[in-house]
């Protein structure tokens, strides 16, 4: 796959790593050579059929999510491969899949309306995506929401039509669905993901699966959306309205004797529709207007003493006017004059908000003068925070609580001094101390601000002096919250890196492994650590990487893997003999090497003649076995060093030898031929006359010279006939009498 991503995106983009599966599609990493951004480059799984029909079909999808604007990653390019792999290039993904930190049933709404009003527009305009899984849906720092779009189900029409993500498959696709019901499906199986923190079995969940006690509608629509008995989304919104507009059960438990008096009154309010309500005689209705006469009258009469009473008081009032005196009220904090105070700059305007939250009047105005401030945040560019205090406030607002502190909403004053922020901080700290943590690095972010950092180390963490990416991956609370926040690991130490890699595993955080590595993997490290951070790379369990992440700080865990069962087990034991501090390891990687299945040929027949020809020197040869392994990643300097040190098996045993010369490093390989020169037959270098590497065909040419055998010589000189590079060609002359002789012959014929 990666070979083929090398040939779709040319000199443009670089492919850096997987990051992870669509249904029938992969996202890889990329990096926009032009510009230094990231990209995501998605590509379907198997080659589309031979068909100007099917690409064109496919290009059509293309191109329409390409120039929709409801919520779709934008498509930077998109096409089909001369060998027939549909792909598309989108910006890089910054954000949390729509899965993850569902902390409330508030949150999990939330979501669930994001999808579901965007996926309805789809469905009305006559599109169905097919392969909607987890992994479409991420929720950008903002908090909006962005879709992935894959290739879509390209089975029908694909080379191989068995090609997916077996695991995405079988929890989201079903037999010969209609891709809209499937679409209904996949967001039904979200849903109950949100409130139940798993996917239900056989498309059933038990009721003690529920975190919480859920909301009504989500009990009715769930099941509904998880058999399929809606055609759309269009369908499931329309239902989930309904729902939502229900009446309760209090509601419905009115009396007759209410329903009547309720009917009575909404004559008196209706007037021209009362008709449509119950017929009245001429008599009835004669006397109603008498009434509304006489409260239209007395209702004028009150009006008239209300304004001479205003217009006395103005007269004799002797109170200057003040900001204070003119600023709104919480009796006029309408929509339109909170809008006004989202909307201004002024700093007067965020302390009016600030009087308005205090003297508000109830816990609705309550609330709607907070998310009032929160707005003005946003546009403020203080998003981070804002959100932040939008989820702590639900925990609240849930149970029908205001705040426990309203000294957070101070912190949006964007002139804020530094030590002020932070004793506000602290004080909210003593309500919620992971609050007070997370807003404490949100409004580093936000400001962007060196002072407010060095300041909260000091004064609120109590910590010596820390960079931000070292403070936020040595903390669980704020690891979870911003772990897409870190992008540049620069600051940071080889050895604090191997640290945070055991700490992301052990914490759960596996998602965020690969950035550290891709990371690692650009510096400077010794061979062993190089050999530990490619066996990342396998299919393993999290306990397995912690092994590495051990092992990459000195210390041999065996019992993390003491119960895995693999092939790939004889491959991790021998990454850590170069990490071996004692005899007893030596013995307990050998124990593992010698029960497991070996993959690798060469260490395989290597492993054979050590059990049956070297079995006493056996733990002294684990690091030959390692070099044979891993040879590709040890210095030449290393190598030789190994070599030498294990000379005495390997001039005793020519097949051990052999298996040395057959390893893929040049430069190990060049110094075997003047270690083991004598060690070798005719036949075995004659053989290295033909390999890749110009300078092991030389080193092979030096080693013959002085041959005498007439069947070699023709070789020899057959291959010399073949040489395309001079240099190669040159010490053939100048090695060979009989080369010389032959060049001399041609040129006097010549």
């Known amino acids: 796959m990666e070979r083929f991503l090398k040939k779709i995106i040319g000199k443009q983009y670089e492919v850096e790593t997987h990051l992870f599966d669509l249904i029938f599609s992969s996202v890889f990493l990329g990096i926009d050579r032009s510009s230094g951004k990231n990209v995501c480059i998605v590509v379907g799984m ?14 059509e999808r293309m191109n329409f999510l390409a120039t929709v604007n409801h919520q779709i990653c934008p498509i930077i390019k998109f096409g089909i491969d001369s060998k027939g792999y549909p792909f598309s290039i989108i910006p890089g993904i910054d954000g949390i899949k729509i899965v993850d ?7 999990a709404e939330r979501r ?13 305009a006559g599109f169905a995506f097919g392969d909607l899984s987890e992994n479409s849906f991420w929720l950008e720092r903002t908090g909006n929401l962005r879709i992935v779009a894959g290739m879509g189900d390209i089975r029908e029409h694909s ?11 079988e929890i989201f696709v079903g037999n010969k669905e209609n891709l809209f019901k499937r679409d209904v499906k996949s967001l039904g199986l979200l849903l109950v993901r949100f409130f139940t923190g798993k996917y239900p079995r056989n498309l059933e969940f038990p009721l003690e699966d529920l975190k919480t006690t859920p909301p009504g ?14 055609n759309s989304i269009v369908d499931v919104a329309s239902q989930y309205v309904n729902l939502k507009n229900a009446p309760t059960a209090l509601q419905e438990r009115k009396s007759s004797s209410n329903r009547a008096l309720e009917e009575k009154q909404a004559l008196m309010v209706v007037g021209p529709q009362l008709k449509s309500i119950g017929k009245k005689s001429s008599s009835e209705i004669s006397f109603k207007r008498v009434k509304i006469m006489i409260g239209i009258l007395a209702l004028a009469f009150l009006m008239l003493v209300g304004s001479l009473m205003i217009i006395y008081l103005a007269s004799t009032s002797t109170l200057p006017s003040s900001p204070e005196n003119n600023s709104p009220s919480v009796a006029n904090s309408s929509e339109e004059t909170l809008r006004g105070l989202v909307n201004s700059d002024d700093p007067l305007s965020f302390q009016t908000l600030l009087n308005l939250l205090h003297e508000a009047k109830g816990f609705e105005e309550f609330k709607r003068i907070h998310y009032a401030i929160l707005q003005r945040a946003i546009r403020q560019g203080l998003s981070v925070s804002a959100e932040l205090v939008r989820r702590w406030s639900l925990n609240f607002f849930d149970k029908g609580q205001l705040m426990p502190t309203l000294d957070v909403y101070k912190l949006f004053d964007v002139s804020l001094p530094v030590q002020t922020r932070i004793e506000i901080l602290q004080n909210i700290s003593n309500f919620d101390a992971r609050a007070a943590k997370l807003l404490a690095v949100g409004f580093v972010f936000d400001l962007k601000s060196e002072e407010l950092f060095q300041a909260l180390i000091k004064d609120f963490f109590k910590l010596d002096k820390l960079d931000l990416p070292s403070l936020i991956l040595s903390d669980t609370d704020l690891l979870m919250e911003y772990r897409d926040f870190i992008t540049d690991f620069s600051s940071l130490e080889t050895q604090q890196l191997y640290g945070i890699l055991e700490n992301l595993l052990s914490w759960g955080f596996e998602d965020q492994v690969p950035k ?14 190089r050999i530990a951070l490619s066996l990342f790379e396998i299919p393993s369990p999290i306990n397995v990487k912690l092994f590495l992440a051990k092992l990459l700080q000195g210390t041999v865990a065996f019992d993390l893997v003491s119960n895995w069962r693999d092939t790939n087990l004889s491959k991790l034991a021998l990454s850590a003999v170069p990490f071996a501090t004692s005899k007893e390891d030596l013995e307990k990687l050998w124990a593992i090497i010698n029960q497991s299945p070996v993959s690798e ?3 395989s027949e290597a492993l054979k003649i050590i059990r049956s020809r070297f079995s006493d020197q056996k733990l002294e040869l684990l690091n030959l076995l390692t070099l044979m392994a891993f040879s590709k990643f040890y210095p030449t300097a290393d190598a030789i060093s190994i070599l030498k040190d294990h000379s005495f098996a390997l001039k005793k045993d020519k097949e051990l030898l052999k298996i040395v010369f057959d390893l893929e490093n040049e430069g190990l390989i060049t110094a075997a031929f003047k270690i083991f020169k004598h060690q070798l037959t005719i036949g075995q270098l004659l053989h290295f006359l033909n390999h890749n590497s110009p300078e092991i065909r030389k080193s092979a040419i030096e080693s013959l010279i002085g041959v005498k055998d007439l069947g070699a010589m023709k070789i020899i000189l057959d291959n010399y006939n073949k040489e395309k590079n001079s240099d190669v060609r040159k010490l053939y002359e100048d090695s060979f009498w009989f080369i010389r002789e032959r060049s001399k012959i041609s040129g006097a014929s010549g």
Do not use: Y
């Open 46 to 59: 198997s080659p589309l059929i031979n068909d100007p029909g099917v690409h064109e079909e496919f290009l």
């Open 101 to 107: 930190r569902v902390f409330d049933n508030a949150e």
């Open 112 to 124: 669930f309306n994001l999808m579901l009003r965007s996926l309805a527009q789809f469905h009305k």
């Open 159 to 169: 080379v191989n039509k068995e090609i997916c993500n077996k695991d995405l498959f």
């Open 217 to 230: 509608w989500f009990l009715t629509l769930a099941p509904k959306m998880l058999k399929m008995e809606f």
């Open 516 to 529: 550290i590595l891709n990371h690692l993997n650009q510096r400077d490290v010794s061979f062993r650590e």
């Open 601 to 603: 040929k060469n260490v």
